[in-house]
């Protein structure tokens, strides 16, 4: 996440679900290049402590509450990544302009309404505009992406920042033509029907 500029610093974070009761979480204020295994996190769905003796993720409700909505995520990345961080300091959506929006992250990529870092009101916020899809922006913050595995989530957090930057490139060159909605909707169904499966992977 580091090596490919999604985050700097001790920016970001990350969780994996590992039963239905249980997820790990990586701690606050640790930089990726010092963190070892010994410095995760287990905790209950509801926030509670098992393992570990730092102390977690400002971001933690928000990774809980996403996976309270979705049985389906099983792992959830959050980034500062840059164009799509500058997108959401736009209160902007992302409208589907290209083909692999849909397929990987379920259509347009909208912005969740402000709220302060680490609250519950960001948590819920992010639930809205997450809906069923893969990945959405938090106003003035960053990006949340998700996916059934890890290896998923990290897809998604990249494609987010491709997209992003090829939207902002776009528009400086000149009016953006949208997928025409007649296709976009029949991808849509289409991944309705793959997350319902659980097939997803498919996809990657």
């Not at 500029?5 to 001790?10: D, E, F, M, P, T």
């Not at 997450?130 to 059934?148: E, F, M, P, R, Y």
Request: with cysteine; net charge neutral; proline share 4%.
């Amino acid at each position: 996440m580091v090596d490919s500029g999604l985050v700097v610093a001790k920016q970001g974070n990350i969780s994996v679900k590992i039963s239905d009761n249980k997820i790990i979480v990586t701690p606050s204020k640790l930089s990726y290049e010092r963190m070892t295994v010994s410095d995760l996190l287990i905790l209950d769905i509801d926030g509670s402590l098992i393992e570990g003796i730092r102390k977690p993720s400002k971001e933690t409700p928000m990774h809980l509450a996403i996976y309270k909505a979705r049985n389906d995520v099983r792992a959830i990345i959050h980034t500062h990544s840059p164009y799509a961080t500058a997108i959401s300091a736009l209160h902007e959506t992302i409208p589907v302009f290209l083909e692999e929006q849909v397929p990987y992250l379920g259509g347009e990529i909208s912005t969740a309404e402000y709220a302060p870092s680490g609250t519950k009101e960001l948590a819920n916020n992010v639930v809205n505009a997450l809906g069923s899809k893969n990945a959405t922006l938090l106003a003035n913050h960053g990006v949340v992406a998700c996916g059934a595995n890890l290896e998923q989530a990290y897809k998604n957090a990249q494609l987010v920042e491709r997209i992003a930057q090829i939207y902002v490139i776009s528009r400086g060159l000149g009016k953006i033509w949208l997928i025409p909605e007649k296709f976009i909707l029949q991808q849509k169904l289409d991944y309705q029907e793959k997350i319902k499966s659980s097939k997803m992977e498919e996809y990657y």
